[in-house]
């Protein structure tokens, strides 16, 4: 048997802070595992990755990822199953997406399975920090950002390639209320809506922030030239049902993020027999469904939350309520049997969990 060597160097942390975790008040992202994985790019080529106890790195203030936004991110999940096996859902998918986005941002792309292998190094060795509690899971944040100590406008030559890891609980508890924007856009056609690039969601906020304080949690964005059509919800991809049949904006846009949830949700409820439709979505279309009771469903897609059904959608003056949840019965089928998938209740037919 050949001995099985790890690409990187790694060193142990000598207290694990695994012990001081407040289980029951997990905010979102706020708590971190004990190691990080770090890998930096010179000359040309990536050097060795490491993966290191968690803490503060130090920069340079002319940091160009700081200065110029050369910054770009991934986000997945590890879960436990029931039997204890730790599994990471489809890292294969996030590894060839963090490629676009490192391409579309000019910056070099972290090979597809160094990728997947330093996401599967960090969590074997964090293992005890994934939850095997009903809803609880690993979050698991890659990041590449340039690190030139340099303020230039241009394409940096080092960069540096990070993953570190935070465990979390359930992320929205409730039905959402969901705002359809009019005036501000997330991406426009030739920007850079479809990869995770850092800018996009610093430009968010605002938008976001005043649908909060008109009570909403999140917005539907629209397409930037007419506000016409539905492209995203607040950082999840948005999902209709009219019909019975499944309807979402298409991606051939390239303003909406192509995410893993949605692409996974349409390949279950398609091996079930659900009709899925990916085409433009118009705001008048879902307005008038949810007016004539038409609108079945509507829920947002993403890993954070995974499934956020939609209570409100508010449209100008109008607030269109949806169907009371429990009669909602494809999302609630769908949204349990991802679960079950995850957590290895339900057979894993499509081979989506890449056991550590
Ligand atoms: C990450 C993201 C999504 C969801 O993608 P997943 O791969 O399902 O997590 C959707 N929209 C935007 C804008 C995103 O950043």
Same mark, same amino acid.
């Given at each position: 048997?050949?001995?099985?060597?790890?690409?990187?160097?790694?060193?142990?942390?000598?207290?694990?802070?695994?012990?001081?975790?407040?289980?029951?008040?997990l905010?979102?992202g706020?708590?971190?595992?004990?190691?990080?994985?770090?890998?930096?790019? /010179?000359?040309?080529s990536?050097?060795?990755?490491?993966?290191?106890?968690?803490?503060?790195i130090?920069?340079?203030p002319?940091?160009?990822?700081?200065?110029y936004?050369?910054?770009?991110?991934?986000?997945?999940?590890?879960?436990?199953?029931?039997?204890?096996?730790?599994?990471?859902?489809?890292?294969?998918?996030?590894?060839?997406?963090?490629v676009?986005?490192?391409?579309?941002?000019?910056?070099?792309?972290?090979?597809e399975?160094?990728?997947? /292998?330093?996401?599967?190094?960090?969590?074997?060795l964090?293992?005890?920090?994934?939850?095997?509690?009903?809803?609880?899971?690993?979050?698991?944040?890659?990041f590449?950002f340039?690190?030139?100590?340099?303020?230039?406008?241009?394409?940096?030559?080092?960069?540096?390639?990070?993953?570190?890891?935070?465990?979390?609980?359930?992320?929205?508890?409730?039905p959402?209320?969901?705002?359809? /924007?009019?005036?501000y856009?997330?991406?426009?056609?030739?920007?850079?809506?479809?990869v995770?690039?850092?800018?996009?969601?610093?430009?968010?906020?605002?938008?976001?922030?005043?649908?909060?304080?008109?009570?909403?949690?999140?917005?539907?964005?629209?397409?930037?030239i007419?506000?016409?059509?539905?492209e995203?919800?607040?950082?999840m991809?948005?999902?209709?049902?009219?019909?019975g049949?499944?309807?979402?904006?298409?991606?051939?846009?390239?303003?909406i993020?192509?995410g893993?949830?949605?692409?996974?949700?349409?390949?279950?409820?398609?091996?079930?027999?659900?009709?899925?439709?990916?085409?433009?979505?118009?705001?008048?279309?879902?307005?008038q469904?949810?007016?004539?009771s038409t609108?079945?469903?509507?829920f947002?897609?993403?890993?954070?939350a995974t499934?956020?059904?939609?209570?409100?959608?508010?449209?100008?003056?109008?607030?269109?309520?949806?169907?009371?949840?429990?009669?909602?019965?494809?999302?609630?089928?769908?949204?349990?049997?991802?679960?079950?998938?995850k957590?290895?209740?339900?057979?894993?037919?499509?081979?989506?969990?890449?056991?550590?």
């Amino acid at each position: 048997m050949p001995v099985l060597k790890t690409m990187f160097s790694i060193q142990e942390t000598q207290n694990s802070k695994l012990s001081s975790v407040d289980w029951e008040n997990l905010a979102f992202g706020k708590v971190f595992s004990d190691h990080m994985f770090e890998m930096d790019f /010179e000359n040309g080529s990536w050097k060795t990755g490491k993966i290191v106890p968690f803490g503060p790195i130090s920069m340079h203030p002319a940091m160009s990822a700081i200065h110029y936004g050369q910054s770009i991110f991934e986000g997945l999940k590890a879960y436990r199953f029931v039997n204890d096996q730790v599994v990471i859902f489809r890292p294969e998918m996030n590894a060839a997406r963090f490629v676009n986005s490192a391409n579309r941002m000019c910056m070099p792309p972290v090979p597809e399975d160094i990728f997947v /292998e330093a996401i599967r190094k960090l969590v074997e060795l964090d293992k005890n920090w994934v939850s095997g509690k009903e809803g609880y899971s690993l979050y698991i944040r890659p990041f590449l950002f340039a690190t030139d100590p340099l303020v230039g406008i241009k394409p940096a030559e080092t960069y540096k390639f990070m993953i570190i890891t935070s465990p979390v609980g359930m992320y929205y508890s409730e039905p959402v209320k969901v705002k359809i /924007e009019e005036y501000y856009a997330r991406a426009s056609k030739g920007g850079v809506g479809r990869v995770k690039a850092a800018g996009n969601y610093g430009a968010s906020l605002y938008p976001a922030k005043q649908c909060q304080i008109q009570g909403y949690h999140q917005l539907v964005w629209t397409d930037a030239i007419e506000h016409k059509y539905i492209e995203e919800s607040g950082t999840m991809n948005i999902v209709f049902q009219i019909g019975g049949k499944l309807i979402s904006p298409t991606e051939e846009s390239d303003t909406i993020l192509r995410g893993i949830t949605k692409r996974s949700v349409f390949e279950l409820a398609q091996s079930w027999g659900v009709e899925v439709e990916e085409r433009k979505v118009s705001v008048e279309e879902i307005v008038q469904a949810a007016r004539s009771s038409t609108l079945e469903d509507a829920f947002g897609v993403g890993t954070a939350a995974t499934l956020a059904q939609i209570a409100i959608i508010g449209y100008r003056d109008e607030q269109l309520h949806l169907p009371p949840l429990e009669t909602r019965i494809l999302s609630n089928k769908l949204k349990n049997h991802l679960s079950g998938i995850k957590t290895g209740i339900v057979d894993d037919t499509f081979g989506w969990c890449f056991k550590i």
